[in-house]
């Protein structure tokens, strides 16, 4: 069995979840407090590992690709 046979659905999975948990880190993030401007942060930090992350697959700076832009 080859260790990297599903390798391109683990960065299809990774590039989904990079882009659905900043957007919800985003909408929790209107709370007000300490709460929300922490969840705003965390979907910040997310959203910026998601650029780098599809930098890297793409080999070049992501921006521009619809799918990029939409992020």
């Given amino acids: 069995m080859d260790i990297f046979q599903y390798a391109d ?3 299809t999975f990774l ?3 990079f882009l659905l948990v900043p957007a919800a880190l985003y909408i929790m993030g209107v709370m007000e407090g300490r709460k929300g401007l922490y969840t705003f942060l965390a979907g910040f930090f997310v959203h910026v590992t998601s650029i780098i992350h599809r930098g890297i697959e793409i080999g070049r700076l ?3 690709e619809k799918h990029d832009n939409i992020s």
């Fill in 9 to 11: 659905e683990r960065v």
């Fill in 15 to 17: 590039t989904m979840l």
């Fill in 62 to 64: 992501p921006l521009t």
